[in-house]
Structures are given as C-alpha cells and as structure tokens.
C-alpha cells in the first residue's frame, strides 16, 4: 500500500520561506524518483520540481532559483525548500510517486502567500 504524506503547508507572506515534507510508505523508495505539483483555484495541476533516484533535480521554469527539492532516504522523506514566495505560487502542493507506471498521490498541503 503506497502512502504519501504532505506536511508544512500554511500562510506565508510575499518574500517569505517554507519547507514541505513528503513522508512516504514506499517500498524501496530510494530507487524511484518523486516530484512536487501544485494546484491552484481554477487551473490544471502542474509539475514544480522533480528529484530523481540518484538526487537529479529539476524544476519548472517559474521556481528555478527559488525552490530546491531535496531527499533523505533514511527517512523516505522528500522535502521542497520554497523561498522568496509570491502571491502566484498559491496553491494546493501535492507529492507523487510513478510506480509500474501508476500515479500515486497525497491529499496535499495547502500554501497560501498573501500580506
């Protein structure tokens, strides 16, 4: 049974940092690559930022700079470190796994930034 379990969502204001963590229930979670999305009102989900199974890391072209993925495989945890946040990076902020091809989800985490 795969679990993903967002934490560290909330209020934040333009500027400010938050640190989401991913706890995941994932056999052999070393050898897969995890991901962070984000889902605002009334758009489509969307990827932010990707680290692979040998800690590559990729992210969307509107956090490049700002935000860093990162992973501890002791603790199947991933983490996405979010600085300089704007009013635009509003949104709900899940994790997900690709298992055999299958999406796997958390509930989410919500992130609101506004003064």
């Known amino acids: 049974q795969v679990q993903l379990v967002e934490s560290g969502g909330g209020l934040v204001q333009p500027g400010g940092s938050l640190r989401l963590s991913c706890a995941a229930s994932?056999?052999?979670?070393?050898?897969?690559?995890m991901a962070w999305f984000r889902q605002a009102p009334g758009k489509q989900r969307e990827l932010v930022a990707g680290?692979?199974?040998?800690?590559?890391?990729y992210y969307a072209d509107s956090v490049k700079g700002r935000f860093a993925a990162s992973r501890d495989n002791a603790k199947n945890t991933i983490y996405l470190q979010m600085n300089s946040l704007r009013p635009e990076d509003t949104a709900v902020y899940y994790c997900?796994?690709?298992?055999?091809?299958?999406?796997?989800w958390g509930q989410g985490t919500q992130v609101t930034v506004s003064s």
């Open positions: 997900n796994v690709k298992l055999r091809g299958v999406p796997y």
């Open positions: 994932v056999d052999r979670f070393s050898t897969y690559g």
């Open positions: 680290i692979t199974d040998n800690g590559s890391r």
